[in-house]
């Protein structure tokens, strides 16, 4: 075996696994996890794997610009090479160029692509030669809308005709801080269980661990991590809180599920949702937990049994085809959409998706929230909730819906009381939550309340 860095060999392994579709990033870094044993190879795979993703339209564009050939001219294993490479050259101060380059060669040679071992060693070290000086697009002049996709597709790395979409939808100013919050690393988010703690109690029970933590702006049980790594703590496994990103935390305060109350979670894995509704129902009541896929029912389950929510019972379901009358007070459907709303953490997701996606999703989408009205309560309440930033699964589809349902309608006050009024801003004229990482600082959440009329 050579002598590359293992970080770096793992780093191509995880690219390779998610390039090639063969996995979604976060399986292929567990699995990278597992044949490392130094935890800083660990997070360095994971730096380069996901901020290479990140960066990948920026780094094709200085590779094809320095190569003087298309990406797709290029064997994905070599392309794949020279994007990590790529990354760690221009947006890794501490790596020394010339280990990245000597590995970014051996790597080729051991994939037998030793006649592009040359190619791949020259074209490194122009790009490090030149890194102040890169053939990407600029950031344009006012009123140049041309130079504005140019600017946000390659050089900040977004797919063109998402970016067209924001660009249309909010404008470049707003649009250009959308594409940098998506390149920025994501914080790691907790959000307390307060079926057994509170978020103060927690604060200082992670502080003797070596973790500091400071509280999230909207989630009143969010923490965001500064120093240290609970998920190395025994807090992990007394269940004191779960990994949850602030906007989706929001989700379960929008639904206002209460004591006594009859709930429904359509689509609840991994199960962050099910226990924060479960512990604002003080385990008094029935939450029933559903998911069509057997692993996802599987993890749900251990996250139910680690948060000790008593009242939650968990069951294979597929949301489009319940098995149930119109017995409950809540249903929460957290729909599976585009996941365009997660892009900062989820980097692989801006490449996986197109256009074209869309209408299936929506189509999807749609007979699950047939299915959920089907099953709340004259006077209950459904809560259709995504992580896309996309009208066609948010908005648009709950007009559809509403036009073909007149028993149902929305319901803002409702989300106004659970939010509360710090968080205002996140409520839109129609009465949605909405969240947005240019105006907010959160990824793109949506959540509709919609009241079946008793």
């Keep these: 075996m050579s002598a590359v860095a293992p970080a ?25 996890r597992e044949r490392l044993t130094d935890e800083r190879d660990q997070a360095l795979t994971a730096v380069i794997a996901a901020g290479t993703l990140r960066w990948q339209g920026a780094l094709d564009a200085v590779i094809e610009a320095f190569g003087r050939r298309a990406a797709s001219r290029l064997d994905p294993e070599v392309l794949d090479i020279l994007r990590l490479s790529a990354y760690q050259l221009l947006h890794l101060d501490r790596v020394p160029a010339r280990a990245v380059v000597n590995d970014a060669v051996e790597l080729a040679r051991e994939q037998k692509k030793s006649s592009a071992s040359t190619f791949v060693n020259a074209l490194l070290r122009r790009i ?23 600017y946000l597709s390659v050089t900040l790395s977004h797919p063109r005709w998402l970016v067209e979409r924001w660009l249309l939808r909010v404008g470049f ?34 502080a003797a ?7 999230t702006r909207f989630a009143p049980a969010g923490l965001l991590v500064q120093a240290g790594n609970p998920l190395k703590t ?25 004591p006594g109350e009859r709930v ?25 937990a559903g998911d069509v896929r057997g692993r996802r029912v599987e993890l749900l389950k251990e996250t139910v049994a680690r948060s000790g929510a008593t009242s939650v019972r968990v069951a294979r379901l597929d949301a489009a085809a319940l098995p149930f009358g119109p017995v409950f007070d809540l249903v929460l459907l957290d729909a599976p959409c ?25 189509g999807a989408q749609r007979r699950m929230l047939d299915g959920a009205a089907g099953v709340v309560r004259p006077g209950g309440r459904v809560v259709y909730a995504t992580c896309s930033s996309e009208p ?22 409702e989300l106004s009381v659970a939010l509360g009024a710090g968080a205002a801003p996140l409520i839109t004229d129609a009465g949605f939550l909405r969240t947005w990482p240019h105006a907010h600082g959160l990824e793109a959440f949506f959540a509709a309340v919609l009241r079946r009329r008793a």
């Design 338 to 362: 585009s996941g365009l709303g997660t892009i900062r953490r989820d980097p692989e997701i801006r490449w996986r998706r197109t256009a074209a996606d869309l209408p299936s999703l929506v």
């Design 234 to 258: 025994p807090l992990v496994d007394e269940g004191a809180f779960f990994v949850q990103d602030e906007a989706s935390q929001l989700v379960a305060i929008v639904a206002r599920a209460r």
């Design 264 to 288: 429904l979670d359509a689509c609840a894995s991994p199960g962050g949702k099910t226990v924060a509704i479960a512990a604002d129902m003080g385990n008094q009541g029935v939450v029933v």
């Design 173 to 206: 100013e707003a649009a250009e801080g959308w594409a940098r919050f998506n390149n920025a690393a994501a914080p790691l988010t907790l959000r307390a269980n307060t079926l057994v703690t509170t978020r103060e109690a927690l604060v200082d029970r992670l």
């Design 8 to 32: 770096r060999r793992a780093a191509y392994t995880v690219l390779r696994a998610v390039t090639s579709g063969r996995s979604d990033l976060p399986d292929a870094l567990a699995r990278a």
């Design 128 to 150: 490090d030669r030149e890194r102040a000086r890169l053939p990407l697009p600029p950031r344009p002049e006012r009123g140049d809308p041309g130079g504005a996709l140019e």
């Design 209 to 215: 661990h070596g973790v500091a933590v400071s509280p």
């Design 392 to 413: 066609e699964e948010n908005e648009d589809l709950v007009a559809a819906f509403l036009a073909d349902h007149p028993a149902f309608e929305v319901e803002a006050p």
